[in-house]
């Protein structure tokens, strides 16, 4: 990497902090906060949510679950129905495991140093940074999307962000940027300046207090940057759920297998390669195999997706009432009541929204 000059260093931290003070009014429930609970909830709320949508979740989690004892002690599917609709389940199941963690072996006290909270399950180094920087001032420079963005920008670092030597990097000048002593202002800084000036389409470079010195700026080259090295591959997956009913009661099952949406719930469901008309699979092996009674079909919904980071889901719910019960491994029957209780992927949240089946 080109050694930025120690001038320029100066100057983007000078400039950044004189924006936030002047400029930045951004309005978050969990800024200014120094409850270290709260900014782990807000911070694991975010990972991969957008801030519009994660602030709901975080005003309702906290209502709930005001500090970690309360979290630590709440029944498990209580937690995952107030994550319904957030997607990665694996963000909640660690979230659940580190409040009882803290709460029974560190006697309910949140860490307090940037190696102990980084040791929490489902905390990575950026997270740990926020709360260390947030909480306790701590002199750690958080490096997210944002970050990465806005310094390969102003620096015009050509090193794709996705790699080894990229993360390094990126890792060692936000550290070296950092006010020593107001960690917390610089790292809500140089996050708010991302997302609201220098972001990630159209920046708005023409009343950037950094502009005088920004690389990229002056070569005209911002939409070149950051540099990534891959993108990634998604796969696309077919859902077929047979919303099987029988006797006002329908046929759920708790996730398990090593998959997505473990813990989650689920219709009986056909996955295929391809897209099916439902005639194509009413007559497939796979849908004769599950459904051995005689039935009738109620409705089949519209294609519904969700989409992961890998993977992009297409789901079509067919709602089938069989004349005779029948026995499905895993599956037992459940009434309207009860579904309404229980935990589902955001894509089947959405089909039983819609529907207004089990209200
Ligand atoms: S001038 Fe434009 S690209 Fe450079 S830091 Fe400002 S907003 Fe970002």
Redesign the pocket.
């Known amino acids: 990497m080109p050694e930025k000059s120690a001038q320029l260093k100066l100057f983007f931290t000078k400039k950044l902090l004189e924006w936030n003070q002047k400029f930045n009014n951004r309005e978050m429930p969990w800024k200014k906060e120094k409850d270290p609970y709260k900014i782990w909830i807000s911070e694991i709320i975010l990972q991969q949510t957008r801030v519009e949508q994660g602030l709901d979740y975080y005003n309702r989690f906290i209502k709930q679950f005001p500090n970690i004892k309360k979290l630590a002690q709440a029944k498990e599917f209580t937690v995952f129905k107030l994550w319904e609709g957030l997607g990665y389940y694996s963000r909640c199941k660690n979230l659940i495991s580190t409040a009882k963690f803290i709460n029974e072996e560190l006697k309910g006290v949140f860490p307090d140093t940037y190696e102990e909270i980084l040791a929490l399950k489902g905390v990575g180094p950026y997270t740990a940074a926020a709360i260390a920087s947030f909480a306790y001032n701590l002199p750690y420079a958080v490096v997210d999307g944002n970050v990465t963005r ?1 310094l390969s ?2 620096f015009s670092i050509n090193i794709p962000i996705d790699t080894t030597e990229g993360k390094k990097i990126f890792n060692d000048l936000a550290q070296s940027l950092l006010k020593k002593g107001q960690a917390n202002l610089y790292n809500q800084a140089i996050m708010d300046f991302g997302a609201t ?2 972001k990630p389409r159209l ?3 023409s009343s ?1 207090l ?2 005088s010195n ?1 690389q ?2 002056s070569n005209n080259t ?1 939409n070149s940057y950051p540099v990534k090295s891959k993108r990634i591959s998604q796969k696309e997956r077919w859902l077929y759920y047979l919303v099987a009913e029988y006797n006002d009661r329908f046929y759920i099952r708790k996730r398990a297998q090593n998959d997505i949406w473990q813990n989650l719930h689920e219709f009986l469901v056909i996955e295929m390669d391809l897209p099916k008309t439902t005639e194509d699979l009413l007559k497939s092996k796979q849908f004769k195999e599950r459904i051995a009674s005689e039935f009738n079909i109620i409705s089949v919904s519209k294609p519904y997706q969700q989409k992961l980071t890998h993977q992009l889901i297409n789901g079509v719910f067919i709602h089938l009432k069989l004349k005779n019960p029948v026995v499905f491994e895993d599956f037992v029957l459940k009434s309207k009541g009860q579904i309404k209780r229980i935990a589902f992927p955001r894509i089947i949240d959405g089909y039983i929204t819609q529907q207004n089946m089990f209200s």
């Open positions: 806005v920008r102003f000036i220098c920046p708005i470079c950037c950094l502009a920004c990229s700026f911002t």
